[in-house]
């Protein structure tokens, strides 16, 4: 009886390492990459900004190829401000969405004159470009202290049919100083 027991044991623990390793290849992680900047250009504004940005990014690997599937990336706390009179800016960020590999290679190697990113190059097994998704950078806003302004919207959407003939494609991205 106890030689039983202990092969249905053995046999439950097998079960469920084969179980849980097939799920480890298919999950969703989250890092918290940072930028620190030093007197970096504030785009439209006509500013150098210091200090650091944290991101929320996300991604999904798949669980047969382990390759990443999508991303999502957020401002989750920003610290700029004027490098010269030292005024703080807000940063408001919606977020971006993309399965369809747009930003994929930028997130990869992050990369702005006088921004200086923690995520290793290359750090994040993103899968071939899929040939249909969604790309959407919602809006990413700058606040300067006295108003102004910078805002940057963006979406991308392809569709294929069953057929492998596209059926719709939009592309709409906007820069705007004071708006």
């Not at 990443?68 to 004027?82: N, P, R, S, Y």
Request: with cysteine; net charge negative; aromatic share 14%.
């Amino acid at each position: 009886m106890a030689m039983k027991t202990l092969k249905f044991t053995f046999a439950i623990i097998v079960f469920a390492f084969f179980t849980c390793s097939a799920r480890v290849n298919g999950q969703t992680v989250q890092v918290y990459p940072t930028a620190t900047v030093d007197h970096g250009y504030a785009w439209c504004l006509n500013k150098e900004v210091s200090g650091y940005v944290t991101y929320h990014l996300t991604y999904h690997l798949d669980q047969k190829t382990g390759l990443a599937e999508w991303c999502h990336m957020q401002v989750h706390k920003a610290e700029l401000w004027d490098s010269e009179t030292g005024q703080m800016y807000k940063c408001i960020d919606t977020g971006a969405k993309d399965n369809l590999g747009v930003s994929w290679g930028w997130i990869n190697n992050l990369s702005s004159p006088g921004w200086n990113y923690d995520l290793p190059p290359n750090s994040i097994p993103f899968a071939a470009t899929p040939a249909e998704g969604v790309n959407i950078w919602a809006t990413f806003k700058w606040i300067a202290p006295g108003g102004e302004k910078y805002t940057m919207r963006g979406v991308t959407v392809v569709h294929i049919n069953a057929n492998n003939v596209t059926t719709a494609e939009f592309y709409k991205s906007s820069e705007d100083c004071n708006n």
